[in-house]
């Protein structure tokens, strides 16, 4: 499941490299927020040439967090035994996918980690990482969450799990998702695995996620706690 948008400078690429792994019945979903920049037509030129790969195109409600709920309930709804999610930028590398569908074996759910032992993100600029590092030390005492890298939105899913989240009852319409996502699993008792990944910055097209996001998520951070205290989540 890949949320885009303003990726027609790597959908292509990404969609054809993926494809190239060869994993058996694999699909591929990209979910974009209508961008201006013609993503969605070229997902749509593409699937006259592979019949596994599918465009949700969503027109209104749009956000990174929303996008990830909808891409969620589509791939249930298509009848997927695994979610795999992922950047559609190339920071996220196709190359880890199988390692972390193998590690799916022993786990519900599976991070693909710059954190582990063998992984990195060093590409980036030191304050990033940095920034990178102090979220991720932030969330994981906040929530008590046992992972590594937190922040990953590298990640697979057995159905079962995304099936027990009550994903209309998910709240974040933005990058957070990621950690709503990954706090309701470690709630619900789910067994969370990480892989080593190699994280680099993207080549081409710009990113979308700025220090605006950074801070609502930090503040997002505390309301999940709140919620939780409360027992309404």
Do not use: W
């Not at 899913?157 to 706090?183: C, D, M, Q």
Request: charged residues 25%; proline residues 3%; hydrophobic residues 40%.
């Amino acid at each position: 499941m890949l949320p885009t948008y303003n990726e027609a400078v790597n959908i292509s690429s990404l969609i054809g490299t993926l494809l190239a792994l060869r994993i058996p019945s694999l699909h591929i979903l990209v979910v974009d927020d209508n961008s201006p920049d013609g993503t969605a037509a070229i997902v749509t030129s593409l699937m006259k040439k592979h019949r596994n790969v599918h465009l949700l195109l969503r027109r209104s409600d749009k956000g990174r967090g929303a996008a990830g709920i909808a891409g969620y309930k589509k791939a249930l709804e298509m009848g997927a035994d695994v979610i795999c999610e992922m950047d559609a930028d190339f920071s996220h590398d196709p190359r880890f996918l199988p390692s972390l569908l193998e590690k799916l074996h022993f786990a519900d759910v599976v991070l693909g980690s710059r954190a582990v032992r063998g992984g990195s993100d060093t590409d980036r600029p030191f304050f990033r990482r940095l920034l990178t590092k102090f979220a991720n030390l932030y969330i994981t005492l906040l929530l008590g969450l046992r992972v590594q890298d937190c922040n990953s939105g590298y990640r697979c899913f057995r159905r079962r799990v995304l099936e027990s989240l009550n994903l209309t009852s998910l709240t974040s319409k933005g990058p957070a998702i990621v950690h709503e996502v990954l706090y309701r699993v470690h709630l619900n008792g789910f067994t969370i695995g990480e892989v080593p990944i190699t994280f680099v910055e993207r080549r081409k097209g710009a990113s979308k996620l700025g220090f605006s996001h950074l801070y609502q998520g930090y503040f997002f951070i505390i309301k999940l706690k709140i919620l939780h205290l409360l027992r309404k989540i």
